[in-house]
């Protein structure tokens, strides 16, 4: 089973319209609709709210305020920042200051367009270079009392050797700032949910996310509710990518069908959608990396400023992982990482496929382009000189294993690439091809405890695995069949997997951190090898008992140490490793780039499903295509200006690399099911560095800011030409 | 919104007939979600950019999210539900088999806009004909070898 393209699970009713995504489901009888009244800016005091007017609308029932949450009204993944309902303070796009709750669901939208705001319009915070000056505004004034500057969210800094030293006794050094943007997730599925209130006094929510247990933790908290009495069932997930880790209608649902103790839905246009989850971070990233003069790199000073938006969510994680994976995959002696990431009143920033490495994978490679390009060596060459070896430090301080795989990524990607010609420069357009290479930590990293658990039953009509992950479309559901088929020794067909209750699924953790095939994949493996030896001793499927054999088990992943640790041992038990080939055109008259053909090279340890796998490639190569070249989120006294999907840019099946080569290298992976690694992220993280370098070898021009608009590339291309660049003289 | 400006609808739907009666501004999308109970076809965006939506109208491949209920009086509509439609049986089976789908919620609107495309049509022009049709999360590659295997299935050009 491991190994074989199995038809995904789903394909039937994804292919038929019988899965129900949250928005499908039809209101239950006496069901009531909520609509979010949301405030017309960024940052103000609210003194008041008049309901009067809302109510007045036909239809319209009740105005939930802040005085209607009966728990501590903040919720959030790792700080309780952020109220369910504002009490005073407006901080962001995602506030919400009341609830409308009406018989239709227009009612409830006209309701919420009516309710009266008193707010004291303040100045938003905007610049994350400014957050931190003593005059700055303050986004969570209750912190003050925290010591350091209260727009402060995390701060870390890593220092290992003597960075200065090392940089002036460097043969070269290469210096730069780069800059990447917000990006919207943009899962095809807006946010939509039913809540209902059961006979017992619990509450069920039906909606699409990627973390359930954590929702009704969060949502215990806040609403004040025994988390025993919450349950969570999964609906079919229309994307994540990271923007459903964080709670965005959950709370809300909750609290009214509390507060009316009947069945309520919600349904979010895009607009709502837009504004109501979170972006990927935006990164200044000052960056030095010096090389002796066989190209060995001997120190990295970084600083990195992320900008963590109106509430904290997972941004001192992100700034981890980014300062962690600040160089890449190469041993480096001499480091000094710091980073910071700040309150603004800006859209706050979250978890988004790659969770800080791709931004700080972006300056890296381009550094080491640049290095290599300044020494004279070729790239590849630069990059085995500097690799890290079994065994060897990562410049963060941690020991890296069963990296083998890494060199061969390199190997591959460049070899494949060669088997294709660029084409010559035809009119003004110029044909360039650019490598880069990445790591990416699997799972939570830096001592938490990432764990899954996995309940089988297997009876004589085949077996039932129940654990709680999220299917949000990278095939969890169809290769946790394809591990468990593999570990009872049953034909796929003959094996379930129940993963949407809360009730009898149980917790697997979040689905991100690349770790759903690695943890419950581990657990489903584990608790099915338990199963299948206690049949053994039974003697053997035929002697089953009516009820079956079942077997649970928790599988916890390797120990890490914090990131800040003396003598860290690992940050992340598992890594996964890339290199990446991209070949574009560039037309010199336009700056517009075109994306002929992207060769992916990575080392996925054992492939359980090879179509899944290349099905993520192709999909994480085109959102770095978007990353690097076209998308745009652009924000104005803190709030999103696109409305919709069209003002973001996304990449359409024209635009998208037209030929994507998947090569999968089956390293060592001794902690992964089967030897499979995570593979979600990594897909990703080299696509923007091999695009810039592409872009730099066509041109001459390096990109240091994303997205690679075309009028930004064309003025950088003008400004080469009055410089005298060789540009017209290239290839 | 004035209760009484509302419209009589008769419209086919996947080949069966249905008359209702709805207000005047009523998208299609909405006539075959809320009305009719057919939620296979998507509500992505509600203003045609995403192209979740799209459905046969009288053959064409249309946004349900910018024609209005009453625009499609005695016109027949072909969605995704379609157990018969013999291009879609193609596609459905073409998309599970080259893994053209992730999260799915695009896929209604990739197969019903694909069906209207030539049999025997080159990749440029496949991607031409969904460049209307967003997808996040296959990066477009296997949708368009999907469409390419169902046009081969097909035979020759009708």
């Given at each position: 089973?491991?190994g ?10 994804k292919?038929t319209?019988?899965a ?5 489901l ?14 017309p ?7 008041s709210?008049?309901?009067t007017p809302?109510?007045?609308v036909p239809?319209?029932v009740?105005?939930l305020t802040?005085?209607?949450v009966?728990?501590?009204?903040r ?12 009490t005073d303070?407006?901080?962001g796009?995602s ?17 919420a367009?009516?309710?009266g ?16 000056d003593?005059?700055?505004p ?18 870390q ?7 200065d030293?090392?940089l002036?006794r ?6 730069a ?7 919207e997730?943009?899962?095809l ?6 809540a209902?209130p059961?006979?017992?006094g619990?509450l069920?929510?039906?909606v ?24 969570l069932?999964q609906q ?8 459903r ?7 809300l649902l909750?609290l009214?069908?509390?507060a009316?103790?009947v ?21 200044r990233?000052?960056?030095a990396l ?7 790199l ?16 997972t ?12 160089c890449g995959?190469?041993?480096?002696p ?6 910071r990431?700040?309150y ?6 979250c978890a988004?496929?790659?969770f800080?490495v791709?931004q700080?994978?972006f300056?890296?490679e381009?550094q ?26 990562l410049?963060?301080g941690?020991?890296?294993?069963d990296?083998?795989g890494?060199e061969?990524?390199?190997s591959?990607?460049?070899?494949r ?8 420069r035809r009119g003004?357009w ?7 290479s990445?790591l990416k930590n699997?799972g ?9 658990t996995?309940?089988v039953?297997v009876?004589?009509?085949?077996a ?7 299917e949000?479309?990278?095939g969890?559901?169809?290769?946790l ?5 593999e ?22 953790g979040s689905?991100?951190?690349s770790h ?9 493996r584990?608790?099915?090898e338990q199963?299948r030896?206690?049949i053994?001793?039974?003697?053997g499927g035929q002697?089953l008992?009516?009820?079956g054999v079942?077997?649970?088990y ?22 996964a490793w890339?290199?990446?080939v ?10 517009q ?16 499903n090879?179509k899944?796998?290349?099905g993520q490639?192709?999909?994480g190569?085109?959102?770095?295509q ?11 006294a ?6 919709g999907l ?12 037209p030929?994507?080569e ?12 089967y030897?499979?690694r ?34 930004r590339?064309?003025a ?15 290839r | 919104?004035?209760?009484a ?11 069966r007939?249905h008359?209702?009666r709805?207000?005047?501004a009523?998208?299609?999308l ?8 057919l939620?296979?076809?998507k ?5 045609g950019?995403?192209g ?7 053959g ?10 009453p625009?499609v009086d005695?016109?027949?509509v ?29 896929t209604?609107?990739?197969?019903l806009a694909a ?9 440029a022009?496949?991607?031409?004909g ?5 997808c ?9 070898r999907?469409?390419?295997?169902a046009?081969?299935?097909r035979?020759?050009a009708?």
């Amino acid at each position: 089973m491991i190994g074989r393209s199995l038809t995904r699970t789903d394909a039937a009713a994804k292919t038929t319209g019988a899965a129900i995504y949250p928005q499908d489901l039809p209101a239950p009888p006496g069901c009531l609709h909520i609509a979010a009244v949301r405030a017309p800016v960024a940052r103000a005091r609210l003194r008041s709210l008049d309901a009067t007017p809302a109510l007045a609308v036909p239809g319209v029932v009740r105005v939930l305020t802040a005085q209607d949450v009966r728990g501590t009204n903040r919720f959030g993944l790792a700080d309780d920042d952020q109220p369910v309902l504002v009490t005073d303070r407006v901080r962001g796009a995602s506030d919400v200051l009341a609830l409308v709750v009406a018989r239709t669901e227009p009612a409830a939208r006209e309701g919420a367009r009516r309710v009266g705001l008193d707010l004291s319009i303040e100045v938003p915070l905007v610049d994350p270079e400014h957050a931190c000056d003593p005059d700055a505004p303050v986004v969570h004034p209750e912190r003050v009392a925290s010591g350091r500057h209260p727009n402060i969210v995390a701060e870390q800094t890593i220092v290992h050797g003597a960075v200065d030293d090392a940089l002036g006794r460097a043969a070269t050094v290469v210096e730069a700032d780069y800059r990447t943007t917000f990006v919207e997730h943009a899962f095809l599925a807006p946010e939509a949910g039913v809540a209902e209130p059961g006979a017992d006094g619990g509450l069920t929510l039906f909606v699409a996310t990627q973390w359930p247990q954590e929702d009704l933790r969060q949502a215990a908290r806040a609403l004040g509710e025994p988390l025993e009495a919450l349950r969570l069932v999964q609906q079919t997930i229309g994307g994540a990518f990271g923007g459903r880790e964080d709670v965005s209608l959950q709370l809300l649902l909750l609290l009214a069908a509390r507060a009316m103790n009947v069945p309520v839905r919600m349904v979010w246009d895009r607009a709502e959608s837009i504004r109501g989850h979170g972006k990927r971070h935006p990164f200044r990233i000052r960056h030095a990396l010096g090389a002796d003069r066989h190209g060995r790199l001997v120190a990295a000073r970084v600083d990195l400023l992320a900008d963590a938006g109106c509430y904290a969510s997972t941004s001192a994680a992100v700034l981890a992982n980014a300062i962690a994976q600040a160089c890449g995959p190469y041993a480096v002696p001499n480091v000094r990482i710091s980073g910071r990431a700040v309150y603004t009143n800006n859209p706050y920033t979250c978890a988004f496929r790659g969770f800080g490495v791709n931004q700080v994978t972006f300056a890296m490679e381009q550094q080491v382009n640049k290095l290599a390009r300044a020494l004279g060596i070729a790239p590849e060459v630069l990059r085995r000189r500097n690799f890290v070896h079994e065994g060897g430090h990562l410049a963060t301080g941690p020991r890296l294993f069963d990296c083998a795989g890494l060199e061969a990524t390199l190997s591959a990607a460049t070899a494949r690439a060669r088997r294709r010609p660029l084409p010559r420069r035809r009119g003004d357009w110029r044909y360039g091809r650019g490598l880069a290479s990445a790591l990416k930590n699997i799972g939570c990293s830096f001592g938490f405890d990432d764990h899954a658990t996995a309940r089988v039953t297997v009876t004589k009509d085949g077996a039932t695995v129940w654990v709680g992950v999220a299917e949000v479309g990278q095939g969890a559901e169809t290769v946790l069949v394809q591990i468990a088929a593999e570990a009872l020794a049953l034909a796929p067909q003959r094996v379930r997997v129940e993963w949407r209750d809360t009730a009898t699924a149980p917790e697997a953790g979040s689905a991100s951190a690349s770790h759903q095939t690695f943890v419950p994949g581990n657990a489903v493996r584990l608790a099915c090898e338990q199963a299948r030896r206690a049949i053994a001793l039974l003697g053997g499927g035929q002697r089953l008992p009516r009820e079956g054999v079942s077997a649970t088990y928790t599988f916890h992943a390797p120990s890490t140490d914090p990131l800040g640790h003396a003598a860290p041992t690992r940050h992340s038990y598992a890594y996964a490793w890339s290199t990446c080939v991209a070949d574009v055109g560039v037309d010199t008259a336009t700056g517009q780039v075109r994306i002929l053909r992207v060769v992916n090279a990575l080392d996925a340890g054992r492939v359980i499903n090879p179509k899944l796998l290349e099905g993520q490639v192709d999909g994480g190569v085109v959102m770095g295509q978007g990353y690097a070249l076209q998308e745009r989120f652009p924000v104005r006294a803190g709030l999103p200006i696109a409305g919709g999907l069209a003002g973001c840019n996304l990449p359409t099946a024209v635009e998208a690399a037209p030929l994507i080569e998947t090569v999968a290298i089956e390293g060592t992976e001794s902690a992964g099911p089967y030897g499979a690694r995570g593979i979600g992220e990594i897909t990703m993280i080299p696509v923007v560095p091999a695009i810039t370098a592409a872009i730099h070898a066509a041109t001459g021009v390096w990109a240091d800011e994303i997205p690679v608009l075309p009028e930004r590339l064309l003025a950088a291309l003008d400004a080469a030409r009055v410089a005298g660049s060789p540009l017209d003289r290239r290839r | 919104m004035s209760r009484a400006a509302t419209c009589r609808v008769s419209v086919t739907v996947n080949g069966r007939a249905h008359t209702v009666r709805v207000p005047a501004a009523t998208t299609l999308l909405a006539l075959l979600r809320a009305h009719l109970g057919l939620t296979g076809t998507k509500d992505g965006c509600g203003v045609g950019e995403c192209g979740a939506c799209t459905v046969l109208l009288d053959g064409e491949a249309i946004l349900a999210c910018l024609v209005l209920a009453p625009e499609v009086d005695g016109c027949a509509v072909t969605t995704i539900e379609h157990a018969r439609d013999a291009r879609l049986q193609r596609l459905r089976r073409a998309f599970a088999d080259e893994a053209a789908l992730q999260c799915g919620f695009c896929t209604p609107g990739m197969i019903l806009a694909a069906a209207r495309l030539p049999a025997g049509a080159t990749p440029a022009t496949i991607r031409a004909g969904l460049a209307g049709n967003l997808c996040r999360c296959t990066g477009y590659t296997k949708i368009v070898r999907a469409v390419r295997r169902a046009g081969r299935r097909r035979g020759p050009a009708r």
